[in-house]
DNA sequence: TTGTACGCGTTATCAA
DNA sequence: TTGATAACGCGTACAA
């Protein structure tokens, strides 16, 4: 029966199951094509009489509106694409479930693609986001080159960077970020009032785009509670776990060592709390750590870990709706600015009593 | 300059930058507009000369192709649609890392929905899959319904499920899946080679199709080793570390503890783990626990998880794989079949020495 | 209230 | 080697 099968998929539908266009029901129903059209889109030029009957038959058919050939005249696509570094980062898993699942309550569905940091890849996305005529365009990548934010905005429709601001950005171009320096300055002060002096940075990559203001907020709590800022206490790393555990053996070789420290993210606090452990360091008595972002595990992890929580989910759907007033501006409406929200201090034990 | 701007997306590009077509680069190019087509899908049917003229002019014009006029007629959208439950799960996550990165370089693109497990939703995304006209579909939700799958078959296009094996499924579905039963049992054999006796099985929700596997493992090692099945170390869990918490605390109240846990998966077993430690049990000495999947962060807990490893990307690479072997038979090659692969016992320290 | 005719941007089938 | 012309499935201005 299905045995056509291996000679590959026939164009469109099996030939077991011919798919059923409009001018299929139109036959059937012995009016025209624009009729059903019309019928389906529920406009008030069809009596209801003939409307109810067209979308009975529709039904019967197993109809399936062919959403290309609808936006090759309309000229919209009600797809938005979206740009990662890696779906495999559990920051922006939880930024991509809230794009998702707005987007998907607006009637809009998502391209997803992930870069991996690599330039060729970004690039090729970019064209096939293009092609496919997205209305508009997410990105959550954590570093956006000068370069590739011209190809994005080469594609003629609006985009929306998430933790990425920039301030060369076109006039499509908007961007929603946490304040990195109010959040850095969150977590310090924190640990200030813990009773530490001696507290450390460790920092995230300096390409990406929160790195600066993280240690400006670190920098600027030190300054507030009169501590000295010390050079030899903010160490390198990289956003990931092995980052932090690089750091902590930085750490451990300084001749005074910190009691506390910041670390730019949470992969790398839980990495340098691991490294500590391994070391014989009890943490948060040896030192206090906390991180930035309270990805899912933060809570899980032992000891829980102090952080600064930032609304994954809520700058997600903001994106979104964003995108939406981009796409369908209401017509009383202020046009659309950049959003700056807020990150929360999360006090678990990994910052002490 | 932009002022148009807040008129909303004018239908193709902006007014300011308007899209243009093979017909523009065939106007320029005083030829036909199928001779452009020719000259950019590279056909044979074209001198060399007018094949490069026309190919810089549309590189100077900034042309794009448009996927949709182009599938339109040839009847394939190049695009694959994945269904997740959610993509916050690091387990779902890095399966659609795997996916999204090998369609990719297949030349395939991915529209992401997540369901949540709303039936309504799965239904609507399921529809909107349809009439974006898919080439296929990918599945990575640990429970896939009877109903749900019929109408994905509905769409009429290959369906590879991902850890959801069906006996019922149709003739254009197929299954890739980890061996849960062989994974149970190493997991548990591990245990029982450790020392322990008195071994607890932490179940997921019931619904989840690897729940049954992951159980008859558990049971047959115990059976091999001549260790009595006891139906009080069987506890409800829910797949989720909350349902790991409140599992330890079922433990805990037992007469008999046990002296090792196996957990349907490493999120129950990081909760029973956390439970534990609040508890004031230390683990593995108080209680030996292991795992299944081997997600990122059982190698960042404390103590590093013990668990079965599942080859995620992989499971996502061969999963896309699979797809383009449907819908591209290669002549020779035998057709799918389903697939099993093997887990991995990963030794770490949460199930002890 | 309905039907006709055209266009959206492609590919493909004919002639030339 | 190239150019008309007809599809693909749909929306819509215009005419009836």
């Given at each position: ?6 000679e590959?998929?026939a ?23 624009s009729t ?9 030029l ?17 109809y ?10 309309i ?5 938005i ?15 991509v ?25 970004e ?5 096939m986001?293009?092609?496919?005529r997205v209305d ?5 990548s ?5 370069i590739?934010l ?21 006039p ?9 320096r ?14 530490h ?11 990406h ?6 240690r ?8 507030e509670a ?5 050079p ?10 092995d ?13 005074e060592?910190p ?7 949470d992969m ?18 040896s030192?206090?750590?906390?991180g ?35 796409l ?15 990150g ?10």
């Open positions: 029966m299905a045995m056509g099968w291996r590959g998929c164009p469109k539908g099996t030939k077991d199951m011919p798919r059923v266009s409009i001018k299929d029901i139109a036959r059937q129903a012995g009016v025209s094509h059903v059209s019309r019928a389906l889109s529920d406009s008030p069809v009596s209801a009489q003939t409307k109810t009957r067209i979308r009975l038959l529709a039904g019967d058919l197993g399936s509106p062919d959403a290309q050939a609808r936006s090759l005249v000229g919209r696509t009600w797809t694409g979206v740009v990662v570094t890696t779906i495999a980062d559990p920051f922006i898993a939880e930024v479930q809230g794009i998702e699942s707005t987007a998907h309550d607006k009637g809009y569905s998502v391209i997803l693609t992930s870069s991996n940091s690599e330039p060729e890849r690039l090729a996305a970019v064209a986001l293009r092609s496919k508009g365009v997410i990105v959550t954590s570093r956006v080159g000068a590739y011209e190809h994005l905005e080469g594609i003629g429709v609006p985009v929306v960077l998430i933790n990425n601001h920039r301030e060369d950005s076109g499509y171009t908007f961007s929603i970020s946490v304040d990195n109010h959040g850095g300055w969150l977590a310090t002060q924190h640990l200030i009032e813990r009773g002096r001696r507290i450390a940075y460790v920092a995230g990559r300096e390409d785009s929160s790195e600066a203001g993280r400006e907020g670190y920098c600027q709590a030190l300054a009169g501590i000295a800022f010390d030899a206490l903010v160490v390198r790393g990289n956003g990931r776990s980052g932090g555990e690089e750091a902590l053996l930085a750490l451990l070789a300084l001749q060592r009691t506390a420290a910041f670390c730019y993210n790398t606090a839980i990495g340098l709390v691991l490294a500590a452990q391994r070391n014989g360091l009890r943490v948060p008595e030192i206090a750590v906390a930035f972002d309270d990805i899912a595990f933060a809570s899980l992890s032992n000891p829980p870990l102090t952080t600064i929580s930032q609304p994954k989910r809520d700058m997600g759907k903001h994106a979104v709706e964003m995108m939406l007033e981009l369908n501006p209401t017509p009383g409406s202020t046009p659309p600015s950049n959003v700056v929200v807020q929360q201090l999360v006090v678990r034990e990994s910052s002490g009593r």
